[in-house]
Each structure stands twice: as C-alpha cells, then as structure tokens.
C-alpha cells in the first residue's frame, strides 16, 4: 500500500474523479479519497493512463472540493474478508460492517469479481427445491443451483413472496438446511426491516449474511454490493460446502445505478439509455449461480426484478430474462383479484424444471401434468377473453367448462395462503382434481397411464 | 506479419480496450499485453499508439507494463483431437484448463488447442506417389479422430509441391512429421496432422454448388414445413425462453449431419454443460454412434470477456470449414449472434465510432453478411463435396423484431424460424410460428420427398399451410362475432388446424419418442390429420353434425399417435391411418342408415 496522497483532481461529477499526475496504477486498483472534513471515501480506479486516472467513488462525489480532496491508491483490487463468521453478520455494499460489529478478519481474502466459472467444471443443477408453492413446484420448479429471478412491480408482494420461498424452500427427501445471502440495493428502510422480521421471526437469522444498500444510501455503491454478496456466497457454497439461497433486491436499482454511471462515463447508450454492456454486467452477476463438479455446495439465486411501469420488455427485466434460467412474474391483475401468490403463469418459466421432476424427484406424471395445465389454461384464458367480447352466453359447452376451470385454476391452485405450505404431493393431487374438471379425451398431453391413475374419472370420465 | 523485436508499453487501460506504444504493429495482430501476458489483437492504429481489444479480463493491468507483437493474426489449430472438445472463444481447451487450473478460468494462459501428446494412427493414402506433384487440398492421409469420424489429413491451402517423404502407416503425435513437401522456390516443407488457419480468412474451395438436399433435423415444423438445406443460411430469432436455445440443441442432436459445432455465444455456461452430460449418452438416429462423436463445442459465456465473443464465431466457423474441407456436412450452430453483434458493439463504442442504429456501427450488416457467407455447398480443393449449414439465433431486445440485428439477419439468411412468445406461452412447442416463418429451399426439399419418402410431399404440405391459414382468418371471426356464426363446414376448419397443430407442429424435446421425428413418421402424421379433415369434411357435407365428428375417439388417438409410435414404427402408423379411413366411413355409413330410416 502506497502512503502518497494526491491532491490532483481534475474534475468530480456523478460519482466519477478524475485525477491526473498519478502514477501507473492498475486498472480496478482501489483508492481511498480523503475530503475537507477528513472523512474517508472509497474508490475504485475503472480506467488508468499514463498520468491519469478516472476513480468511481462508491460513496458519490457529491460535496467534494477537489482542492481539498486527498487521494491514495491502495494497490490491491476490491477484496472482502471471508470466514464462517461471514453469518448472522450486516455490511454494506462493499464489505464493511454495518451492525456496529468489528469487521471480519480472516487470511482468507478474495476479489469480489471472480473470474469466470470454467463451463468445463460446471455440473447440471437436477436437485428439486420444494418451495410449497404451488404455481412453482407445480409448474415452474425450482433447482438446487438455479437462478430464477421474480419479475414484479411497485406495490406487487414481490417481497413477501421471496421470504416465503426462504423460509420454506426444502428437499423432498433429505435433511436439508440453506444458507441464505441477502443483497439489498436501493430498498427501503421499511422493506430491509421487513426481511429482518422475517428471518428473525423463522429462527434462521443466524444462518443469513446481509449486505444491506438502503434507498438513501449512495448509489453507486449498489454496483459492488452484488459482486460483494456473491463472493460470500461462494465462500460458502464452494468452501464451506454449504447451499446458498441468495437473494438479490431489487436488480433494477442496481441497474439504474449502473447507467448513472455509464452516463457520466460518456459511454454509447444502447435502450432507454442503459449502456450497450448491461447485458455482460448483469451475466457477470448471474452466472455466478450453480453448481460446480466435485463441490458439495450450490449457489441458488433468487433476483427480484421490478419492472418499470410493468413492463416486461424494459431492458432490465429483458436482458435479465436472456440470462437467467426461467422467471417467475408477477401479475397486477391477479393481485388486485386478491390471489396470492399473483403469479402469472403464462409468462413464468423455469428452464431447468426439466431435469428436476419427474419419477425420481417428484412423480412421474409431473411433467406431462405440467404440460397439461398450462395447454389447458392458455385456452381458458383465451375462451375468457372470447367470452368477455362476445358474452359468455355465446359459448358452447365446451367453452364454458374452460372458463370454470380458470376460475377454479386461480382461486385453487395458484391462490394460496402465505404461511401454506403445500408439499409437491399435495401440488400434484390438486393439479388432477382440476384435471378431472375435464373428460379423458380432452387431456391429451397427458398419457393414458397417468390417466387411469390419477383422473377422477366417474361423472365426467 | 512483420516481426518486430520491439517491445511496446501500455499507455491506457478501458476496460477490455487497451492503447500501446508498439512500433510496427499490424492491424489483426495477436499481442500480448503486461506482465499477466494476456493475448489480445490490434484492431486500429492511431498515430503512433495501437488499439488493443484484450481476450481476457485487464483488471490489475498498468499503463507501462510491457506489450509485444506475436507477429499472426488470430489463428486456429486444425488437426485430430478437436471433435469431442470445449474450447473457450479464442480456441483454449477447457477440460485441459479445468484440469490445471481448477473450477476458475485464470488468465495469461495459452496452453495449445490440440493435445501434443497424443498418438494418433495414420494411414497414409495409397496412391499417393514420391516425387510427384501436390496441390493444395490432397488428401495425405487419414486419421481416425473419433469412431465416427475418419479425419482426413489434407495439405493445407496455402501448400503446393513435390513430395519428397510420407510417413508410413504408424501411430504419430500432432508434432510429429508425416512428410516432406518441396514447394516451386525449392524449399523444403514438413507436414503435420495439424495445421493453422487465420480464422477472419475463409478457406478457400474449388467452386460453390447450389444446394441439392435439405438438413433433416427430426423435427415436423422444420423439415417438413419450413426445411433448410444443406449448406443453407438460417436463423433462429426469438424473445428469451421462446426456444430458440432448445431448437439448436435439437438440431444438433437429431440432424443427419456428420459434424456439429455448438458456438455459445454469450449464452448461459450450463447450456454447454446440458450437452457435454448428455451427448456421450445419446445415439444419433442416422448412425447409431453417441453424439459426442461427432460434436464439438465452442464456450463463451456471457460471463466470459466481451470481445473473445466476437473471436468465438469465426472460431467456430474455421473449424467447421476445415471438416467441411474433409467432404462432410457439417452444422454450425451460434447462440446467439446478438450477442456478437453486441460484442461488435461494445468495441465500437470504446472507440468512439459512430454508432448509426442502436448504438451498432455502420459495418453491422456487412459483417453479419460475410459470417452466414461463410456456409455452403461446395467442391473442396480436393474435389469433393462438403458443406457447411450455418444456424444463428438472435435474441432481439423486447423481442422486437424490427431491431437491427434481427432485420439485417432475415436479408441474409435463406430459411426463418421465427419463434412466438404467445406459442411459448401457452406451452406449443417448438414456438415456430408459422405465420412469419419461411424457407426459400422447398423446391430442393420437394425434390428430395418425392425421391426418398413419398409422392406428395409438397401438395400435403401446402394443404396443411392452407388450413392453418383459414385458421388464422376464422379466428378473426369468432373474436368478432362468436364461435355461433360459423358454419359446422367452417368449425371443422377449425377443429382440424387445432389437430394440425397438436397432433403434428407441436413437438416435444422432452419426450422420449416424440423429440426425433424421422422423415416417414413426419410423412405419415400429415398424412393422418389431412384424412382427418378430409373425412370430417365429406361427412359434414352429406349433413354430419359437426358436433357428432368432434366426439369422434380417434380425434384423441391421433393427438396421442406422435409419442405412441416411434419413427421406426411406420407400419402402426400406416395401420392407424387405416383405422382413421374405416371410422370416417362407419359413420358415413351410420348417417347413411339413419337418414333412410327418417324418409
Ligand atoms: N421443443 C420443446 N419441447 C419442450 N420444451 C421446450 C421446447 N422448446 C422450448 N422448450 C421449453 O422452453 C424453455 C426455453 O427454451 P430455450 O430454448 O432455452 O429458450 P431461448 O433460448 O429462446 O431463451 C426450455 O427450457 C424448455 O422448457
Ligand atoms: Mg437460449
């Protein structure tokens, strides 16, 4: 570490210095910035030249006087201390203790931007977490490894739903535990309280390591927080041999402080202003999730999106969607019907369910009742939707059966109590009782096994 | 390329762009930069500086850390032992990497592509003569790479002359001299199982030949209504989760190809890591041997540096040229070309070039073009025939299809499978829409129906097409005025596209049986919903109730047919359409009896 201060800043505006008359420093080298009231700022060097640097100052630039503004670089990229005593622990976008605790001290030292996983030692996630929801493990099932972010909006229980998945998310057929990281970038001071209550209420607060970016916090320090959060997460998964549930809230703050910055870069604007690279940015995050060969850990990660004005082709949700594995998406029309979870199911996905259900993990008629459900609510939605055109009179019989199996869809299967906690069983034998709202014939994506098994057949069949 | 002993200094580092002081530097050069020695290329002089775009993340880098040329331009290694492998984006081998370096990618490291260790057994070819003379392309001998693949050792394009030695039939490594060559200006040449190749250089061939057959891929909505050809240009546009990813592994995994490389392309790490647990343990259904006998994959994720994405498609492509060159069809797959395009991008933007649409530089289209012309049929050097097909996906913004890359891709490529979320989201798969959809290659693909499967190929289909776009014009209808003011001739319209598309279009990758479809089975299917609608049709026209003909049990029966019966059970098929013929006439010949009985 060099002890030379610098007291030549050229210029500060949006969370940028520039300094000249440096010497060679190193390209994401940090800095640490003294200003007129002696008061320490961190920074991170994000271009370098001979004689000059431009420094992203995670605590803003805001109020500096550049005559009176000191700086020293560090020699060493953005690192944080790890060791298991990382849980039960709060910091804040940049490792540093937040609960008034003394910081980590551990030989253990790690750069926050990884390098990337090696997609040779990757191994497929295959493992089915149970979440007791039913519109999940039902339709979208969540993979010990994935990364499944929930698209909501303002107002949406986007919150609610993420710790109900927390506190219940389990293996079917194993004692398990996770360990839970939880990133918040941007939230409200209510929200983190929210989280709190939540962990400290379900007993698992020990096992949870916080890093906490409240709204009124500096922004720009949301760009280092995930990167922070995620090599403790590693640390864990892949060191402590430990499941790590990650959550990160709210992904769009963080995106929104990404082009803050991007914008006082100068950098070429893509859409809606956010810089060309948010893509790879975002990727960096993101595939930091999974499972590694020979590793027992895992990294699940549980992103929240909030797509502004609910939009889901906005860039942040978009791009998010080209990376991740599936979505969960909320719904504002069936929140304000009262269902909760309001998960839209149409456009929920989960890539990897594939591998997760089925005779071994599930049941076997997992998949094709999957299948069959949604073929069947497409065309329910679509009947409403006639019906709503033409008058529901108009329909033929058929017709009217689709439209009592949506609402029975909704207010059975997808709607549920928030401390309810299905199992995959009970998921799957709710699923048939609306199957069999239907005759045999009609249930094709189904096979006849399945069928004479599970259709209640009698009435209808 | 120059040799220049100078040594150069860093003077700025921008993310993945880094500006140098290296007298002499060529545009298109590899250089490695700093003390990491991370492996970059020139991309623009400027005055006495170069612009470096760095393979490798440049974090920890100073400006007056040391640069040098190496002196080539981004090259290839071409040789045994590439089939089966995962290589990064500027051809690093990933296993052996992982092996080394543990589950993180390191940086600095340029281990070969190609084992050096391995024997290889080469059989020299027979008539080959001392002392007489070479040209470029003749085939030396050959290898046997994997047990699918018989690997032709050929003298590299760029040779010609006189051979003075050829190694007998023995086991050799990749270093290892097979033979001597001497070229017109007398110098001798030795000859390896490998060689090199600058991938941004297309190799070049004797003469392109239209293409003559399609690539049948085992999937009903692609081969049998919108087929590709081999050699062909395709793209594979669509909002994310729409399917484009799973429509590429499908054809890499069905397709009767001889060679599959996979490019990910600033995709997800564990798509690459789906193939390499499941391919070894599937069997391609044209030769019986596992997939990952004939498939290699090229890795760059989108975790992975931005700019060794843009070197991954022209990686990828030199490769399958160099199989192409063997006389094989080989398929090249890129997910996703936005993500090059964005790689593109990304570099421009760094250098301040003006950006004309979304931010892409002006030499988008031109690029874009001269990568899809990349592919073809051709007559190699050597004069035999091989190909090259090339699918791309794009992933445009939003799915918004007016977005630069995917505009400039559809004027480019000859076969569209445009992907739809609305089909995706009701769970129709694959979500081939078939509305915007196209193929400019149904004439070749009628030819080769007619000869190898059936007669009527091209008038089923165009049926089919018909129906479905009655379809499309009825629905207007009914969300109109309601499903009453159809005619029962008209609802059986209806009924019978719902069939086409579940019976036929919708095809799952999941199933065991339905995810390869072969030819016949795909000629039997059209056949079946064609009766199914011809016989409803006859019927409503002697007065059958619509009502009547949807009860009909084999309405379900022929849904269930595509996962009942697999490809080689033609004969159950056939047997059903039998059935379907006899049922239809049944109820002709009920209606017959009840309407004599009311006169
Ligand atoms: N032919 C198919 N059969 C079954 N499922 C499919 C098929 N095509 C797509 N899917 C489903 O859709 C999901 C998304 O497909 P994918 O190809 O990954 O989308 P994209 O690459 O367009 O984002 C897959 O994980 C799978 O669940
Ligand atoms: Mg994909």
New binding site residues.
């Given amino acids: 570490m060099s002890a030379k201060e610098y007291r030549t800043a050229r210029s500060a505006h949006g969370g940028l210095l520039l300094v000249e008359g440096v010497p060679d420093v190193a390209f994401g080298d940090r800095a640490m910035i003294r200003d007129h009231r002696n008061r320490q700022r961190n920074g991170q060097v994000i271009r370098s030249a001979v004689q000059e640097v431009l420094i992203q100052v995670y605590e803003g630039t805001d109020d500096l006087d550049l005559e009176r503004t000191w700086i020293r670089f560090l020699d060493q990229p953005l690192e944080i201390s790890l060791s298991p005593e990382l849980q039960g622990r709060v910091f804040n976008g940049i490792g540093q203790a937040r609960d008034g605790r003394p910081p980590i001290v551990s030989p253990v030292r790690r750069n926050v931007n990884g390098a990337a996983i090696n997609p040779a030692a990757r191994t497929y996630p295959r493992k089915f977490i149970q979440t007791g929801i039913s519109s999940i493990d039902g339709l979208n099932a969540l993979v010990r490894g994935q990364k499944l972010p929930i698209f909501s909006g303002s107002g949406l229980p986007h919150n609610r739903l993420a710790a109900q998945i927390v506190r219940q998310a389990r293996l079917v057929d194993e004692e398990s535990s996770f360990a839970i990281v939880f990133a918040a970038m941007g939230v409200s001071h209510a929200d983190a309280r929210f989280f709190e209550e939540e962990f400290a209420a379900s007993g698992v607060l020990a096992n949870v390591v916080m890093f906490i970016n409240l709204a009124d916090d500096p922004p720009v320090e949301r760009l280092a927080l995930p990167r922070v959060a995620l090599t403790a997460a590693e640390y864990l998964a892949f060191d402590m041999d430990r499941h790590v549930l990650v959550v990160l809230t709210d992904m769009t703050h963080y995106a929104e402080a990404l082009r803050e910055v991007a914008t006082a870069k100068g950098d070429v604007p893509s859409r809606k202003g956010y810089p060309g690279y948010l893509y790879s940015d975002l990727a960096e995050i993101y595939e930091r999730s999974g499972r590694i060969r020979d590793r027992h850990g895992s990294i699940t990660l549980l992103p929240v999106v909030s797509m502004p004005s609910d939009d889901i082709t906005h860039p942040i949700p978009d791009l998010t969607g080209?990376i991740t594995e599936?979505q969960i998406v909320l719904s504002r029309e069936l929140h304000n019907r009262g269902i909760y979870p309001p998960v839209h199911i149409l456009p929920s996905?989960s890539?990897?369910?594939?591998d997760g259900i089925g005779r071994d993990d599930t049941r076997e008629d997992h998949p094709r009742v999957a299948s069959q459900l949604y073929a069947l609510y497409a065309r329910a939605l679509e009947t409403r939707n006639l019906a709503s055109i033409v008058g529901a009179d108009e329909l033929s019989d058929r017709d009217c059966r689709y439209l009592s199996f949506a609402d029975a869809f909704e207010a059975r299967f997808i709607n549920q109590g928030e401390e309810e906690d299905r199992s995959i069983i009970e998921t799957l034998n709710l699923a048939w009782d609306l199957l069999s709202l239907f005759p045999k014939e009609a249930l094709t994506r189904v096979n006849e096994t399945d069928l004479a098994k599970y259709h209640h057949s009698g009435a209808n069949g | 390329m120059s040799d220049h002993p100078e040594r150069g200094t860093i003077r700025a580092i921008n993310g993945p762009i880094i500006t140098i002081r290296l007298p002499g530097v060529r545009i298109g050069e590899q250089v490695r930069v700093g003390h990491l020695g991370l492996i970059g290329e020139a991309i623009a002089l400027q005055g006495d500086e170069a612009v470096i775009q760095a393979y490798e993340s440049t974090e920890g880098v100073r400006p007056g850390e040391p640069a040098a040329g190496l002196g080539w331009p981004l090259s290839v290694e071409l040789g045994p032992g590439l089939i089966g492998g995962i290589f990064d984006g500027v051809q690093r081998p990933l296993q052996e990497i992982c092996e080394s370096a543990g589950d993180h990618i390191p940086r600095g490291l340029t281990p070969p592509a190609l084992n050096r260790e391995k024997l290889w057994h080469f059989v020299p070819d027979p008539t080959l003569r001392l002392g007489s003379l070479l040209t470029a392309g003749t085939h030396l001998g050959s290898v046997q790479e994997s047990a699918r693949i018989e690997h032709r050792i050929l003298l590299p394009p760029d040779h010609q002359g006189e051979l003075l030695e050829l190694a007998p039939e023995g086991d050799y490594r990749l270093e290892d001299p097979i033979g001597r060559l001497r070229s017109a200006d007398g110098r001798s040449h030795k000859l390896k199982l490998f060689q090199r190749w600058p991938v941004r250089t297309p190799r070049p061939y004797r003469q392109r030949h239209p293409s003559a057959e399609p690539l049948i891929t085992g999937q009903r909505i692609m081969d049998t209504f919108f087929p590709m050809a081999k050699g062909g240009k395709a793209a594979v546009p669509?909002?994310?989760?729409?399917?484009?990813?799973?429509?590429q592994?499908?054809i890499a995994r069905w397709s009767n190809a001889d060679v599959v490389i996979f490019v990910g392309c600033g995709e997800r790490g564990n798509?690459l890591v789906d193939v390499l647990e499941t391919f070894p343990q599937l069997q391609d259904p044209h030769t019986g041997r596992s997939l990952m006998e004939r498939t290699l994959l090229i890795a760059n994720t989108s975790n992975m540096p931005v700019v060794a994405r843009e070197a991954s498609i022209y990686v990828g492509i030199t490769i399958a040229e160099y199989y192409r060159d063997q006389g094989y069809d080989v398929v090249m797959l890129a997910?996703s070309t936005s993500r090059w395009a964005e790689a593109l991008r990304e570099v421009s933007g760094r250098l301040g070039q003006m950006p004309v649409e979304d931010g892409y530089p002006a030499y988008l289209a031109s690029r874009l073009a001269a990568v899809y012309e990349r592919a073809g049929q051709i007559e190699t050097l050597s004069g035999m025939r091989g190909s090259v097909s090339l699918i791309g996906?794009v992933?445009p913004p939003g799915g918004d299809f007016s977005e630069p890359v995917t505009a400039h891709t559809k004027e480019i490529i000859q076969t569209f499978w445009a992907?739809s979320k609305e089909l995706?989201d009701a769970?129709h798969?694959?979500?081939i829409d078939w509305v915007s959809s196209f193929s400019d290659h149904i004439a070749v693909a009628a030819e080769w129906w007619k000869r190898e499967v059936g007669s009527n190929w091209a008038q089923r289909r165009a049926k089919a097409l018909a129906l479905l776009a009655r379809d499309a014009e009825l629905s207007r209808i009914v969300n109109l005025v309601g499903p009453e003011a159809l005619s029962d001739a008209q609802r059986w319209e209806l009924e019978s596209a719902l069939l086409i598309k579940e019976a036929l279009l919708q095809?799952?990758?999941?199933d065991p049986i339905d995810t390869f479809s072969s030819p016949e089975k795909q000629y039997l299917l059209l056949k079946m919903v064609l009766l199914i609608y011809q016989g409803g049709a006859d019927l409503i026209e002697l007065g059958v109730p619509v009502q009547e003909l949807m009860e009909l049990p084999l309405l379900a029966r022929a849904r269930r047919a595509k996962q009942r019966f697999s490809s080689t059970e033609t004969e159950q098929l056939r047997e059903l359409n039998e059935e379907i013929i006899q049922a239809f006439e049944e109820v002709r010949m009920e209606y017959a009896k009840f309407k004599e009985h009311r006169q």
């Fill in positions: 080209y599936g996905l890539r990897l369910m594939k | 669509g909002p994310f989760g729409a399917g484009k990813t799973v429509v592994h499908q798509e997910d996906t992933s992907l995706a769970r798969y694959p979500a095809q799952s990758a999941l």
